[in-house]
């Protein structure tokens, strides 16, 4: 069999497990709903300034002649005091949302794997240097890191990002140090060791792979508390700064129009917990399904 | 059929146990009969995943019936229906009439209350004696499995005791409120031989003097030998042999009691590797055939199933003599003793 | 030295052959940390002293219930624990002192099975993987050549190529052991170490694999450890056995010389207390009253004598030397010594067997 051969053979049997955990996954119902909801919601982030309606209150666009304007057919979900289209905003916000939240997570899982797997896998001393910063990061609550961090920074959406991914990074470090940690212990690791591969090779083909499992939880619902935690900081001035659609952003403007435009903190509001509240129900299928324990082979 | 009679402290008829999962329903017991006279003592030995675990808790009706179902013709204690009795009853029952000794001290105690307090929980609850009284007996029954210095034993915590003697305190607290019938789940399994040797004598002991009837489960013939009068062997959630365990040993019939009561190859099959004409004498003949769930459960490894055991249903269990029973399609056809 | 540890025995039949493996007083102590510097309080004494010889082609069988030190023993000999004192030689060569190149060459020499059949397998690997890793480790292969050679390792242990593409999980736990094997078999070692190989698998899967176990030994030449607490599983494999308790080695001969006339009473306690359907009833096994002591602070003396049923004065004071009883085969008890020479009219062993 030649090589490319093999290397199909052996993608061929990944799919297959993986579309085996997938179809697991989808089996609750919920977990369909929420799914679902997600991928909805990645599609419209992508194509939010082909599908918003008005496009162009988006960013600039201001049409003081239909301000505050309850839900109608025109306005799904009405306009604020610029008279800009809400639907359309909340749309766009999708797309900063998930788009900020990829980034973050990207970034924190990308400082935090190889940091908690060279701590886990690695000397006691290397192991203590690490695990004592990452210590550090953690003793403060992490809205308050953020908080710290955008206010150093200045406020604008980037930094926010930036401020958010710093603070978060430490969690993912620690989650992986405590697999790594557990998961020496076990046969293939002492096999491993007994068949001569280097320690290199151990953490990185042996012990990250199989801590995957909580990791993928946690960042499904990191997901959640991102957006969340992106929104706060927007909500208190140091996220994304007007006009940017962010939702958070806006929930913090409708506030001095609530009384009179509840369309206005409604929809914007909605949009936070649907999602936070979807990411948190897939990252607890997830864990269902990705827990050993849970398999029944 | 020896299916007991109305007076055996437990009797099981046509008991079967399924369970819910999310590839469908997984049969997981289907037993012909078994019974445990009073006094009497019982092995029922398997291999993990054979189903006797399970045994052991539905009895208890310790399993969730939802994701499990269970329907039998009859299980009985003492007479009683176990099936249909309420929560509440069930629960009067346990302890006081019925107990169970598990397999691993270690998860089966609690680890943040000292062994007395344990002692005077389960003594409290199911006998209602005051806490001195309760006290008084936890004693005498620490004394009985053979702990010295009872007084002491009652404060210390569980992870102060090694293996052995976290045994023998599950031991006393499944007899501490005289229950008559005690169901033993591999009680020495996580135990080293040499221990394992002086608790299956305590519990031999106090199987006499107590005068209690025990279910022994087991994973080697071997402990059940020593233990029990009579022995079912259980393989995939069905009886293929049962009897008494003396006749079971020196004759057994089905060629998996057989491959229990020799672990190891013989050395007439070591001969053969070493004279190289191994072939296909090791390997089952219907090795990946497809093998209906109703068949016999050993078809698929047995040296000489033949193609009339994958398609047919399971075997009954049928009589060779006395109480001795075995479940096999190729009875008549096989040879007398082997090995 | 008076130490017992001192006696190494050659296999039987081989005192001229070098021998393949050789503990030479191995200790291999585990520090109790402590202390606001985390300094070493106490040390477990996993391996106090063990002295043995493992001559190639042989089957040396260790025996022991749990904290006896056997697995430590082991993990010494793959190199996965570092000896605290004494030293381990492999053909001659001391393994503490092999570096880098000379290591690695050493590392294909000895493999290992090991117990659990699910964990030793990485669960997130697939079979063809698993049983390649020691082909990727050691040699320059491209993928097609190593996937030759993995099929030819599955056929030897009997298991369908299609199963290269699978992952463990898919198997039972008797073909995932073989699977095991056929990975400790993938740089055709000259020693197997087997640690308890047998006891988390279905009878009808052990007795197979025992066949073939033997199979491969024969056709290969490999020397084995095997390291297992199922006496009848050591019966049918070892040549040798030795056996230990809280880290010294107390017995050692010939298998079948150890099986039927034990001399140390623990060996006899422990073959006792193995239930066996000729014995009638649980009253005629043997228990050993007591805890085994902990590794922490060993008794003085003999380490048995705490719980031996037939202790006498000297076995509380001084620790015994080994005293041939047999061809070949000695045991480390004060009861075992007569006044002046041993049966077979050879002195006691003092400087051990070169």
Known sequence: MTTAAISRKALRARFRETGIKARLLLRNNLAKVCVGFIVVEAVVAVLAPWIAPYP??????????????APSTSHLFGTDEFGRDIFSRVLYGARISLGAATVTVALAL????????????????????????????LSFPSILLAIAIAAFLGP?????????????????????????????????????????????????????????????????????????????????????????????????????????????????????TLTVLAFNILGDGLREVLDPKSRTY | ??????????????????????????????????????????????????????????????????????????????????????????RRLRGRELAMIFQDPMSSLNPVFTVGSQFVNVIRRIRGEHHTDATERALEFIRLVGLPDPENMLTKYPHELSGGQRQRVIIALALCCDAKFVIADEPTRNVDVTVQAGILQTIARLQHELGVSLLFIANNLALVSVMCDRVAILLAGRVVESGGVNEIIEDARHPYTHMLLRAVPTPEERQQVAAKSTAGRLEPLLAGAEVAERACPYCSRCLEADGDCRDEAAPQLTSVGGTHEVACHRLATRLESRA | MNDASMAVTAAPGALATTPLVEFKDAKLYFPVRGGILNRPRAWVKAVDGVSLKIAPGEALGLVGESGCGKTTLVNGLLQLEKLTQGSVLFDGRDLASVRGGELRHLRRQVQAVFQDPFWSLNPRWLVCDIVGEPLRVHERLSAEQRLDKVTELMEMVRIPVDALFKYPHEFSSGMRQRIAIARALALRPRLVVLDEPTSAI?????????????????????????????????????????????????EYGPAQLVFQSPAHPYTQALFAAVPDPSKKSAESLVSLGGEVPSALNPPLGCRFHTRCPRKIGRCSEELPEAVWVDENHWAACWLCHPASTSQSGRDVPANRGE
């Open chain 1, 56 to 69: 162009d209150d988006i960013y600039g666009e201001v049409h003081p002649e239909v301000k505050l304007e």
């Open chain 2, 1 to 90: 059929m020896d299916c007991g009679s109305m007076t055996s402290h437990l009797q099981i008829e046509e008991l079967s146990v399924g369970f819910r999962t999310l590839d469908g329903h997984r049969q997981v017991l289907q037993l012909a009969h078994l019974h445990v006279d009073h006094g009497e003592s019982v092995g029922l030995v398997g291999e993990s995943g054979s189903g006797k675990s399970v045994l052991a808790l539905t009895v208890l009706r310790l399993l969730q019936c939802p994701p499990a179902r269970i329907t039998a013709s009859r299980l009985a204690l003492d007479g009683r229906d176990i099936l249909s009795l309420s929560e509440k009853e069930i």
């Open chain 1, 110 to 137: 990308l400082i935090g794997i190889p940091l908690g797997a060279l701590a886990g896998g690695s000397t006691r001393l290397v192991d203590d240097s690490i695990m004592r910063v990452t210590d550090i990061f």
């Open chain 1, 156 to 272: 604008s959406l980037q930094n926010a990002i930036m401020a958010i991914a710093i603070s978060w990074w430490p969690w993912y470090t620690r989650l992986l140090r405590s697999q790594a940690v557990s998961l020496k212990e076990r046969e293939f690791v002492r096999s491993a060791r007994a068949i001569g591969s280097s320690q290199r090779f151990i953490i990185f083909r042996h012990i990250v792979p199989n801590s995957l499992g909580p990791l993928i939880v946690q960042a499904s619902l990191d997901f959640g508390y991102v957006i969340l935690t992106l929104a706060a900081l927007s909500f208190l001035g140091l996220g994304a700064q007007s006009p940017t659609p962010e939702w958070g952003l806006m929930v913090n403007t409708s506030r001095n129009y609530f009384l009179n435009a509840w369309w206005y903190i409604t929809f914007p509001g909605l949009a936070i």
């Open chain 3, 202 to 250: 279905d009878v009808m899967s052990q007795h197979q694999i025992l066949l073939m176990l033997t199979e491969l030994k024969e056709r290969f030449g490999l020397t084995f450890v095997l390291v297992s607490h199922d006496l009848s599983v050591v019966a049918y494999l070892a040549s040798t056995i030795a056996v230990m308790y809280l880290g010294k080695v107390v």
